[in-house]
């Protein structure tokens, strides 16, 4: 644990144990080519689809393949009922499926009960309730293309402890590498002026 009693991201990641990481990459790797497939079957239709749809569309097919491989995976347990699909490691991990924007940045509609999963200052010193992490994927808003599966852990919404980058790699013991993503700089906020599409995704 660090100093502040947040959990370090190789402690996670033992913690979720290897076989969910890698179910987790290979749902994000098969849901970037379900995209591709359906853009393929239908290019006409692309360059209409709105951020909310496409977001959507991406979530569903995570969601559902992740889901699949994990299936009997002794500790996972699947909350899916609606507004609310959470994946729960044990009593220790709390997990929701979330599109990461550059800088780390995800979106969430701020309801009370979204802004207490996400705030896991007093969970981590306490340790009374399950940590809360977002697992998905960096989405490319310009050539809009899903890329590498991201995991982070955040104390709030919008105040990323750390991110990583997840990727297969057959030459791992684990069968994965991963790699920490750099901060960058902070952009200019204007949540207030202009709602996020993706906000009305509670998970």
Excluded at 12 to 40: C, M, N, S, Y
Excluded at 137 to 143: A, K, L, P
Excluded at 168 to 195: C, H, K
Aim: proline share 7%; charged share 25%; glycine share 6%.
């Amino acid at each position: 644990m660090i100093s502040d009693g947040y959990p370090e991201c190789d402690r996670v990641l033992t913690d979720l144990g290897d076989p969910f990481v890698q179910a987790f990459i290979d749902a994000v790797d098969g849901a970037r080519e379900d995209f591709a497939a359906f853009k393929e079957w239908r290019p006409g239709w692309f360059p209409n689809f709105t951020a909310r749809f496409t977001a959507n569309f991406l979530h569903e097919r995570i969601w559902d393949r992740l889901v699949r491989l994990v299936e009997g995976m002794d500790g996972i347990h699947v909350h899916d009922v609606e507004p609310t699909r959470e994946l729960h490691s044990g009593t220790s991990y709390a997990i929701r499926i979330k599109r990461h924007h550059p800088g780390d940045r995800i979106s969430a509609y701020p309801t009370d009960a979204s802004r207490a999963f996400w705030s896991n200052s007093v969970v981590a010193l306490e340790g009374l309730e399950p940590l809360s992490l977002a697992l998905g994927y960096y989405w490319d808003s310009e050539r809009r293309t899903v890329g590498e599966a991201i995991m982070s852990f955040r104390d709030g919404k919008d105040n990323p402890i750390w991110a990583i980058q997840l990727r297969r790699n057959a030459s791992s013991p684990a069968g994965f590498s991963w790699t920490p993503i750099a901060p960058e700089l902070p952009e200019i906020d204007l949540s207030g002026v202009v709602r996020d599409p993706e906000e009305e995704l509670e998970s």
